[in-house]
């Protein structure tokens, strides 16, 4: 009986797994099927999605069709997935029929974190699509044609993480394209860009924010927020300290997604994300996860990085695994290697500690060529070098 294998989102772990798998059973000649489930129709390349926000003709450079990713031998299904019972071993869809499976991999991604914060959900915007991304570009248009130099329009980014960086690099390469009046913040709750990074690369980074006349607010967190004003710090003797806000984006943190919280398998608490083991599977033997859908154990009570890189890996050990538990043979570990870290801020970057690279932490063209190939790399790895060539300008 041919084994049903159902891949569940099409982010950097899906479809990584579709392609690892179609690699596998083209290697093998298996007796699988498989079904793809996304509520997109193509995939996106999430850790560039940022550009759009300054030109939206980006969009389709960081958008690949599923179709071109998808095996002949495979199906797809736009649907978006409203639950997972792991005991009829079914697929729940909004729109069209339930979908059956024997092993099952979810690669839904996050959901955005609001840890509480009072009106943070109902006053940001966020960046998780290619939707929020043109909304944020129509938004600071609208705020930029509304507002003067001698009285700018005030974007707050939330958030001096990878996301919040980058996204603010974005909204000062409008200003400074379309001499837009605009006064751009980043706020961090924690002492310095970047938390939790190498001082010398927070040092770089810094460097490069302030050379675009991006405004640094590190040190107090988001107490509140309402329609015109965010509001840091504050408690029991101090007064908040108040930030005029017309646009505030709030990149500060991730979560699991709703869709998989009646789920019986097991998952933080916390965040609802799923526990997986370094093989993927999950407390349920049929379920797999991976991506930021997942904790995934890397030992040491440590799990892997919620990261465009930690996904790409895992996703090459997870289409082999698929088809080893559609066979009943033993399945592969997988440990994240981390091969460095870049980071652009509008049209400058920043490299750290690149794999097989002599070097620290570094800028200029070197940095930017890096940055570039990355993003050119993975689309060419998943469709065609020629459509990654053609990503390469706007990268």
Known sequence: MTHRIVVVGAGYAGAGTVSSLEAEVERTNADVELVWINEHDYHLVLHEVHRVIRNPDVASKVTVPCSELLPEWGEFTQDRVTGVDTESQTVELDAGDNVNYDSLLLGLGSATAFFGIDGLREHALTLKGLDDARQIHEEIKDLAADAS????????VGGAGLSGIQAAGEIAAYRDDHNAPLEIHLVEGLDEVFPGNDPEVQGAIRKRLEAADINIECGEFISSVDEETVYLGGGEDTDPEEMSSDLLLWTGGITGQEELADADIDKDDRSNRVFAAQDFQTSDEQVFAIGDTALIDQGDDSVAPPTAQAAW?????????????AQGQPLETWTHEDKGTLISIGDKAVAHDIDALPFGTFGGFGAKFLKKAVATRWIASITSVGRGLHAWDDM
């Open 149 to 156: 130099h001698n009285d700018p329009a005030q974007v707050l």
């Open 313 to 325: 890996q895992a996703a090459e050990v997870a289409g082999k695994n698929l088809l080893k538990a």
